[in-house]
Protein backbone atom coordinates (compact mmCIF):
# COMPACT_ATOMS: atom_id res chain seq x y z
CA UNK A 1 0.00 0.00 0.00
CA UNK A 2 2.73 2.55 0.99
CA UNK A 3 4.44 1.53 -2.09
CA UNK A 4 1.44 2.34 -4.10
CA UNK A 5 1.00 5.43 -2.44
CA UNK A 6 4.81 6.48 -3.26
CA UNK A 7 4.24 5.14 -6.87
CA UNK A 8 1.41 7.32 -7.10
CA UNK A 9 3.03 10.80 -5.75
CA UNK A 10 6.24 9.99 -8.00
CA UNK A 11 3.96 9.66 -11.42
CA UNK A 12 2.61 12.92 -10.26
CA UNK A 13 5.23 14.94 -10.12
CA UNK A 14 6.49 13.12 -13.45
CA UNK A 15 3.65 14.62 -14.99
CA UNK A 16 3.56 18.06 -13.75
CA UNK A 17 7.12 18.08 -14.55
CA UNK A 18 6.31 16.91 -18.42
CA UNK A 19 3.76 19.52 -18.54
CA UNK A 20 4.91 21.87 -16.38
CA UNK A 21 8.66 22.88 -18.20
CA UNK A 22 7.32 23.47 -21.61
CA UNK A 23 4.39 25.57 -20.21
CA UNK A 24 6.87 27.55 -18.37
CA UNK A 25 9.24 27.93 -21.31
CA UNK A 26 6.67 29.24 -23.51
CA UNK A 27 4.85 31.57 -20.97
CA UNK A 28 7.98 33.20 -20.44
CA UNK A 29 9.10 33.36 -23.37
CA UNK A 30 5.58 35.14 -24.81
CA UNK A 31 6.08 37.11 -21.82
CA UNK A 32 9.41 38.65 -23.10
CA UNK A 33 8.10 39.14 -26.60
CA UNK A 34 5.01 40.90 -25.12
CA UNK A 35 5.24 42.42 -21.68
CA UNK A 36 1.89 41.40 -20.64
CA UNK A 37 2.77 37.75 -19.44
CA UNK A 38 3.73 38.68 -15.49
CA UNK A 39 6.66 36.47 -16.24
CA UNK A 40 8.36 36.84 -12.71
CA UNK A 41 4.86 35.60 -10.88
CA UNK A 42 5.41 32.49 -13.26
CA UNK A 43 9.15 31.67 -12.24
CA UNK A 44 8.38 32.27 -8.48
CA UNK A 45 5.00 29.87 -8.85
CA UNK A 46 7.26 27.41 -10.45
CA UNK A 47 9.86 27.82 -7.92
CA UNK A 48 7.34 27.13 -5.14
CA UNK A 49 6.23 23.58 -6.88
CA UNK A 50 9.63 22.73 -7.19
CA UNK A 51 10.39 23.63 -3.91
CA UNK A 52 7.91 21.22 -2.13
CA UNK A 53 8.92 18.07 -5.13
CA UNK A 54 10.86 15.36 -4.08
CA UNK A 55 12.58 15.11 -7.67
CA UNK A 56 16.35 16.23 -7.98
CA UNK A 57 17.15 19.14 -9.59
CA UNK A 58 13.53 20.96 -9.61
CA UNK A 59 14.45 23.82 -8.93
CA UNK A 60 17.70 23.72 -10.99
CA UNK A 61 15.50 23.25 -13.92
CA UNK A 62 13.16 25.94 -13.19
CA UNK A 63 16.11 28.01 -13.49
CA UNK A 64 17.51 27.18 -16.73
CA UNK A 65 14.23 26.84 -18.40
CA UNK A 66 13.49 30.34 -17.22
CA UNK A 67 16.46 31.78 -18.02
CA UNK A 68 17.00 30.35 -21.55
CA UNK A 69 13.48 31.43 -22.28
CA UNK A 70 13.48 34.68 -21.10
CA UNK A 71 17.09 35.10 -22.75
CA UNK A 72 15.62 33.83 -26.55
CA UNK A 73 12.53 36.24 -25.88
CA UNK A 74 14.69 39.34 -25.66
CA UNK A 75 17.04 38.31 -28.43
CA UNK A 76 14.47 37.81 -30.74
CA UNK A 77 12.53 40.90 -29.61
CA UNK A 78 15.93 43.26 -29.97
CA UNK A 79 16.24 41.49 -33.31
CA UNK A 80 12.23 42.69 -34.44
CA UNK A 81 13.31 45.91 -32.83
CA UNK A 82 16.52 46.13 -34.80
CA UNK A 83 14.26 45.32 -38.50
CA UNK A 84 11.91 48.13 -37.46
CA UNK A 85 15.07 50.44 -37.12
CA UNK A 86 16.04 49.52 -40.56
CA UNK A 87 12.81 49.88 -42.16
CA UNK A 88 11.68 53.50 -43.40
CA UNK A 89 8.36 52.93 -42.09
CA UNK A 90 9.07 50.78 -39.03
CA UNK A 91 7.62 48.21 -37.80
CA UNK A 92 4.90 47.20 -35.25
CA UNK A 93 6.92 45.65 -32.82
CA UNK A 94 9.12 48.86 -32.71
CA UNK A 95 5.72 50.76 -32.27
CA UNK A 96 5.06 48.31 -29.51
CA UNK A 97 8.51 49.26 -28.06
CA UNK A 98 8.02 52.39 -28.04
CA UNK A 99 4.47 52.76 -26.61
CA UNK A 100 6.19 50.99 -23.54
CA UNK A 101 9.33 53.37 -23.12
CA UNK A 102 7.91 56.73 -21.86
CA UNK A 103 10.27 59.79 -22.60
CA UNK A 104 11.14 60.23 -19.24
CA UNK A 105 12.47 56.28 -18.27
CA UNK A 106 13.57 56.22 -22.17
CA UNK A 107 15.70 59.56 -20.75
CA UNK A 108 17.20 57.50 -17.94
CA UNK A 109 17.67 54.60 -19.89
CA UNK A 110 19.96 56.53 -22.15
CA UNK A 111 22.05 58.00 -19.61
CA UNK A 112 22.40 54.97 -18.12
CA UNK A 113 23.59 53.00 -20.97
CA UNK A 114 26.49 55.91 -21.93
CA UNK A 115 27.69 55.68 -18.42
CA UNK A 116 27.99 51.84 -17.69
CA UNK A 117 27.19 50.37 -20.95
CA UNK A 118 25.91 47.16 -21.44
CA UNK A 119 25.93 46.30 -17.58
CA UNK A 120 22.61 48.60 -17.35
CA UNK A 121 20.84 45.49 -18.88
CA UNK A 122 21.22 43.45 -15.38
CA UNK A 123 19.50 46.06 -13.29
CA UNK A 124 16.75 46.70 -16.39
CA UNK A 125 15.65 42.95 -15.91
CA UNK A 126 15.40 43.30 -12.31
CA UNK A 127 13.52 46.74 -11.83
CA UNK A 128 9.91 46.56 -13.07
CA UNK A 129 9.14 47.76 -16.17
CA UNK A 130 12.87 49.26 -16.44
CA UNK A 131 13.45 46.54 -19.86
CA UNK A 132 12.11 47.86 -22.40
CA UNK A 133 13.17 51.97 -22.27
CA UNK A 134 16.89 49.96 -22.12
CA UNK A 135 16.13 47.81 -24.40
CA UNK A 136 15.02 50.50 -27.04
CA UNK A 137 17.97 52.96 -25.96
CA UNK A 138 20.24 49.89 -27.00
CA UNK A 139 17.88 50.14 -30.12
CA UNK A 140 18.95 53.68 -30.44
CA UNK A 141 22.25 53.89 -30.08
CA UNK A 142 22.96 50.86 -32.82
CA UNK A 143 23.59 48.62 -30.46
CA UNK A 144 24.81 45.33 -32.08
CA UNK A 145 22.59 41.84 -31.35
CA UNK A 146 25.84 40.42 -30.69
CA UNK A 147 27.13 43.31 -28.01
CA UNK A 148 23.54 42.98 -26.50
CA UNK A 149 23.19 39.27 -25.98
CA UNK A 150 26.63 39.31 -24.33
CA UNK A 151 25.38 41.79 -21.52
CA UNK A 152 21.79 40.33 -21.65
CA UNK A 153 22.81 37.12 -20.86
CA UNK A 154 23.48 37.74 -17.34
CA UNK A 155 20.48 39.75 -17.28
CA UNK A 156 18.91 36.89 -17.54
CA UNK A 157 20.40 34.78 -15.28
CA UNK A 158 19.81 37.39 -12.50
CA UNK A 159 16.23 38.05 -12.85
CA UNK A 160 15.90 33.97 -13.21
CA UNK A 161 17.88 33.88 -9.59
CA UNK A 162 15.74 36.61 -8.03
CA UNK A 163 12.33 35.44 -8.97
CA UNK A 164 13.15 32.00 -8.19
CA UNK A 165 14.21 33.05 -4.43
CA UNK A 166 11.20 34.88 -3.87
CA UNK A 167 9.23 31.66 -5.10
CA UNK A 168 11.40 29.37 -2.40
CA UNK A 169 10.90 32.18 0.07
CA UNK A 170 7.03 31.37 -0.35
CA UNK A 171 7.58 27.69 -0.17
CA UNK A 172 9.51 27.77 3.32
CA UNK A 173 7.17 30.20 4.64
CA UNK A 174 4.10 27.85 3.82
CA UNK A 175 3.27 24.08 4.69
CA UNK A 176 0.94 23.72 0.91
CA UNK A 177 2.21 24.72 -2.32
CA UNK A 178 -0.85 26.69 -3.28
CA UNK A 179 -0.51 28.95 -0.48
CA UNK A 180 3.23 29.74 -1.15
CA UNK A 181 2.14 30.19 -5.05
CA UNK A 182 -0.29 33.08 -3.38
CA UNK A 183 2.45 34.74 -1.47
CA UNK A 184 5.03 34.40 -4.28
CA UNK A 185 2.35 36.15 -7.07
CA UNK A 186 1.22 38.61 -4.42
CA UNK A 187 5.03 39.72 -3.80
CA UNK A 188 5.97 39.70 -7.04
CA UNK A 189 2.70 41.84 -8.50
CA UNK A 190 3.49 44.08 -5.45
CA UNK A 191 7.14 44.36 -6.75
CA UNK A 192 6.43 45.16 -10.03
CA UNK A 193 3.25 48.07 -8.53
CA UNK A 194 5.69 49.94 -6.55
CA UNK A 195 8.00 51.94 -9.56
CA UNK A 196 4.62 53.44 -11.37
CA UNK A 197 2.76 53.86 -7.74
CA UNK A 198 6.51 55.93 -6.96
CA UNK A 199 6.06 57.74 -10.44
CA UNK A 200 2.57 59.00 -9.73
CA UNK A 201 3.67 60.03 -6.17
CA UNK A 202 6.07 62.32 -7.60
CA UNK A 203 4.26 63.61 -10.41
CA UNK A 204 1.36 64.58 -8.15
CA UNK A 205 4.02 66.43 -5.48
CA UNK A 206 5.58 68.04 -8.70
CA UNK A 207 2.02 69.36 -9.28
Not at 123 to 131: D, F, K, W, Y
Request: overall charge positive.
Amino acid sequence: MLLAVVDSGVSTESTQQAVGYPTLFLLVLVGALLPVVPTGALVSSAAVVAFHQTAPFSLLLVFLVAACAAFLGDIALYWLGQRGMRLKNGSRWLEAIRRRAPEDRLAQAQEKLDDHGVAVLVLSRLVPAGRIPVMLACLMAKMPLRRFARGNLPACLAWAVTYQLIGILGGTLFAEPWEGVVAAVALTLLISAVPSVWRRVRRNAAH
